[in-house]
T-cell receptor, first 114, second 115 residues
Framework: EAQVTQNPRYLITVTGKKLTVTCSQN?????MSWYRQDPGLGLRQIYY???????DKGDVPEGYKVSRKEKRNFPLILESPSPNQTSLYFC?????????????FGAGTRLSVL | SQELEQSPQSLIVQEGKNLTINCTSS?????LYWYKQKYGEGLIFLMM?????EEKSHEKITAKLDEKKQQSSLHITASQPSHAGIYLC???????????????FGQGTILTVHP
């Protein structure tokens, strides 16, 4: 079954404690990205990757890091989480960055930073 | 202002009623996607529209793309409680540049269906 898998689904942490949210896709997609969803602000892109070892900033990259060492994995790293990073996070993948191909989303990771 | 505006923001209907959700873009649409989200959960892909005038249907849900108006509509016929959730339109608004592959999303429409 084609899917995007994120872990963990729920995470509560404290300010400053480094964390990683993992993301894996089994569709051999080149393009992967991270979004955060906040009430009133909708979905905003954090980082994206067009292929292995190619990553770039999205609209709201501050406080986040990513890496793309393998095609299937695209972890999101919060080196020093702060309360304003409390949000619902989604990993997504699509075949390529070119328009008119479907973007598939993971089930989401709900993060609370105390 | 939003690049992608959805209306209405919320909708409450009685089971069996028809309803329409609209999505209007301020930029050229290179691809339009409809997703459904249960509260706090992932986005489930519904339909992709690529060309002006295109119309797609799945079960009781029909989506249309009016490229000239830069607008799409999602129509649900004979709504059921299982249709309840948040409907999001997403669009490819950029042919390339600094926003490779990014989908821009509307704010979402919260649909409640009363039995």
């Amino acid at each position: 079954e084609a899917q995007v898998t994120q872990n963990p689904r729920y995470l509560i942490t404290v300010t400053g404690k480094k964390l990683t949210v993992t993301c894996s896709q089994n569709m051999n997609h080149e393009y992967m990205s991270w979004y955060r969803q906040d009430p009133g602000l909708g979905l905003r892109q954090i980082y994206y990757s067009m292929n292995v070892e190619v990553t770039d900033k999205g609209d709201v990259p501050e406080g986040y890091k990513v890496s793309r060492k393998e095609k299937r994995n695209f972890p999101l790293i919060l080196e020093s989480p702060s309360p304003n990073q409390t949000s619902l996070y989604f990993c997504a993948s699509r075949k390529t960055w070119v328009s008119k191909n479907i973007q598939y989303f993971g089930a989401g990771t709900r993060l609370s930073v105390l | 202002s939003q690049e992608l505006e959805q209306s209405p923001q919320s909708l409450i209907v009685q089971e069996g009623k028809n309803l329409t959700i609209n999505c209007t873009s301020s930029k050229t649409l290179y691809g339009l996607y409809w997703y459904k989200q249960k509260y706090g959960e992932g986005l489930i892909f519904l339909m992709m529209l690529q060309k002006g005038g295109e119309e797609k249907s799945h079960e009781k849900i029909t989506a249309k793309l009016d490229e000239k108006k830069q607008q799409s509509s999602l129509h649900i016929t004979a709504s059921q409680p299982s249709h309840a959730g948040i409907y999001l339109c997403g669009a490819d608004l950029y042919a390339g540049g600094t926003s490779y592959g990014k989908l821009t999303f509307g704010q979402g429409t919260i649909l409640t269906v009363h039995p």
